[in-house]
T-cell receptor
Framework: DTAVSQTPKYLVTQMGNDKSIKCEQNLGHDTMYWYKQDSKKFLKIMFSYNNKELIINETVPNRFSPKSPDKAHLNLHINSLELGDSAVYFC???????????FGPGTRLLVL | GENVGLHLPTLSVQEGDNSIINCAYSNSASDYFIWYKQESGKGPQFIIDIRSNMDKRQGQRVTVLLNKTVKHLSLQIAATQPGDSAVYFCAENMGSGGGADGLTFGKGTHLIIQP
């Protein structure tokens, strides 16, 4: 009965590759998010997606693109991976925008 | 955007004692605050929240205090247990400002429970 799930849990890849991380929530929430957590544990929001409206944090490189096939899924596609992309990526969801967010277990990305 | 910060990056307490984790925020427009707990290798887990029209809210063994005058938020954990060891984050929501930065996290405090 996992609420917010992410796959894969670990992702090791070479610089320059393109990869995707999947996120699914079975909570019936309207809004989903992607966060990046760096090595110092700092959490920073990357995107929020609500009723087909994508809101992008302006500091996120355009190599990152979220894709939502339906309300329960928000996948993260990353093009031309760079060393600095190494981090833990968390998906989250909330009933509506600006409400309590529930986080997935994270995807640990290592770019070599 | 403005930052939500924590006074102490690491807090060590004896098992059974009470612990207090502090957080300062700078955006007076914030109207919703949340505390999250993150255990090693896991995602942040919701603990308790509080809206700006309140100054105190209690949960099971946890209490959140909000002082809007000095823009200060604290999390009190009563009778700490080994399972309370984790990194604790405060987060603020800047209300109808919207945007992808609807939830801004502080830097985190690592709570260590000594046996």
């Amino acid at each position: 009965d996992t609420a917010v799930s992410q796959t894969p849990k670990y992702l090791v890849t070479q610089m320059g590759n393109d990869k995707s991380i999947k996120c699914e929530q079975n909570l019936g929430h309207d809004t989903m998010y992607w966060y990046k957590q760096d090595s110092k544990k700092f959490l920073k929001i990357m995107f929020s997606y609500n009723n087909k409206e994508l809101i992008i944090n302006e500091t996120v490189p355009n190599r990152f693109s979220p894709k939502s096939p339906d309300k329960a899924h928000l996948n993260l596609h990353i093009n031309s991976l760079e060393l600095g992309d190494s981090a833990v990526y968390f998906c989250a969801s909330s009933p509506r925008f600006e409400e309590t967010q529930y986080f997935g277990p994270g995807t640990r990305l290592l770019v070599l | 955007g403005e930052n939500v910060g924590l006074h102490l990056p690491t807090l060590s307490v004896q098992e059974g004692d009470n612990s207090i984790i502090n957080c300062a925020y700078s955006n007076s427009a914030s109207d919703y605050f949340i505390w999250y707990k993150q255990e090693s290798g896991k995602g942040p887990q919701f603990i308790i929240d509080i809206r700006s029209n309140m100054d105190k809210r209690q949960g099971q063994r946890v209490t959140v205090l909000l002082n809007k005058t000095v823009k200060h938020l604290s999390l009190q954990i009563a009778a700490t247990q080994p399972g309370d060891s984790a990194v604790y984050f405060c987060a603020e929501n800047m209300g109808s400002g919207g945007g992808a930065d609807g939830l801004t996290f502080g830097k985190g405090t690592h709570l260590i429970i000594q046996p």
